[in-house]
């Protein structure tokens, strides 16, 4: 997808937090209803459930995954998911550290792409879906670039 008809501006804060979330934004974006607290649950460990949650409140806020390395997320918006899922904020640090070392997946109904320190995704992906039931919006069809 061209993104010609964007500012420099606006590309550069694209899949980014441009600012610390307000406390409206928290509860819109990264608020966890029963269903999302179910699929957070399922995951085995802490770390794990705290990351989920807050990539899923990121694709709410941007309709992407964050486009940057997960330290510069907001600590307010981890300790508001950490809060709901009754994990330590410090958790966080843990999925970090094994995002970047062990490389990320992403499902879409195409396929998977896959990305590692060597390897990366390329900068140009669509991302389909993201449970748009969970998220009550409609599907998200945008491409990252």
Known sequence: M???FLSDDQVSRFGR???VPSP???EQFFRLDAQAL??????RAPANR???A???GCVRMFGVFPTEDL???PAAVVRFAAEQLDVEPEEFAAYRARRQNTGTSTRGRS???TATASSPLPRAIVIWGCQPELAGQREIRRSVT
């Open 38 to 43: 179910a699929l957070a649950g399922a995951k």
């Open 54 to 56: 807050v990539q899923w």
């Open 2 to 4: 061209p993104v010609d």
């Open 50 to 52: 705290l990351g989920w």
């Open 17 to 19: 937090f441009a600012a």
């Open 111 to 113: 396929g998977t792409l």
């Open 24 to 26: 409206g934004e928290l």
């Open 71 to 73: 330290s510069v997320v």
